[in-house]
């Protein structure tokens, strides 16, 4: 190792990872739309695209833990459209507020224990079980309300859904993420929960013979998953004043696209929120863009969709290149 390489902290070492590289990529995507894409820049515009990313921005955080530890929940947006007709249903019988959003987030608890109970009990695969449940609870909603929509709330719900916060251009529909991504995040790297996902996602088998309940702590992801979606069911229908059975068709691809393409790994065992958050404000700037310039929502699906698959291309050799920078240039110290 050279003197310099010795005398030098280990930049390239530290830096080099797919997280800093989605940074640089998303800033780039950020500033293109700022001086090329016609009001881009205004503020209308940013607390639209703020807010239009406010329900995927929550269910990314459980799906994330869920990815890690070797699982998923293709289930997401069945829940969201099912927990908004339910909450819309007892706001049209007359329930307070008060009440219907703890039942509400019930409902999806009890949706997420649903899958929980078939793969941790059942022993089923959740990819399967969740592919069933994604129309099993869409079909509920259906029942539950037909194709009627709901439309009718509080002012106070509604008001959620269009304010921001004070003069700025920030929504109150993303103060949901706001306060939940800090716990997630605590949970993920700081605390003993978040070690036992990774040891589940890294060898399930090695996680269980040291003691961890796979179980127990996989069917908990499940029912976290299923409550933030209600939440999200809730935040959707303030923002659009509507709770119907086919609400967030088709979400659950962008949110395994932000997960992935936030480097969580699709094996388990691997992955950070440092990077989803970047993967997500990277989404949101592709989706506004690409509305900014007259392209449909079924184009920006195929761009989406595109993603997922260059995501997933990317991320694994951009870490083996990643990997072999640092060590050709920055060798690891020994006897020292």
Known sequence: MTAHSERNPDFISRFANWDNFLAVLTIAVIVYALLGVPNFASVFNISQAVAGVSERALIVLPMVLLIIAREIDLSVGSILALTSVVFGLLIQQGAPLLLAIPATLVAGGICGAFNGVLVTRVGLPSLVVTLGTMALFRGIAYILLGSDSINDFP??????????????????????????????????????LG??????????????????????????????????????????????????????????????????????????????????????????????????????????????????????????????????????????????
Request: aromatic content about 8%; some cysteine.
């Open 195 to 336: 070690r036992r996902i990774y040891a589940i996602g890294g060898s399930p088998d090695a996680a269980r013979y040291s003691g961890i309940r796979l179980g127990r702590t996989v069917f908990g992801l499940f029912v976290t998953s299923g409550a933030v979606c209600a939440a999200a069911g809730m935040v959707y229908a303030a923002r659009l004043a509507n709770a119907r059975a086919n609400n967030a068709v088709g979400i659950e691809l962008d949110v395994i696209t932000i997960a992935l393409l936030g480097g969580i790994s699709v094996f388990g065992g691997r992955g950070r929120l440092t990077g989803v958050l970047w993967a997500l404000l990277l989404v949101a700037t592709i989706r506004n863009v690409l509305g900014l310039l007259q392209i449909g929502g079924d184009a920006q699906g195929t761009v989406i969709g595109l993603l997922l698959i260059v995501s997933l291309l990317a991320s694994n050799a951009a870490e083996r290149v990643f990997a072999n920078v640092r060590t050709r240039y920055f060798k690891v110290k020994t006897g020292e």
């Open 155 to 192: 002012d106070s719900f509604l008001n959620f859904g269009i304010d921001t916060v004070g003069t700025s251009p920030l929504p109150l529909t993303i103060l949901p993420f706001l306060l939940l991504a800090p716990v997630f995040a605590i949970a993920l790297q700081k605390m003993p």
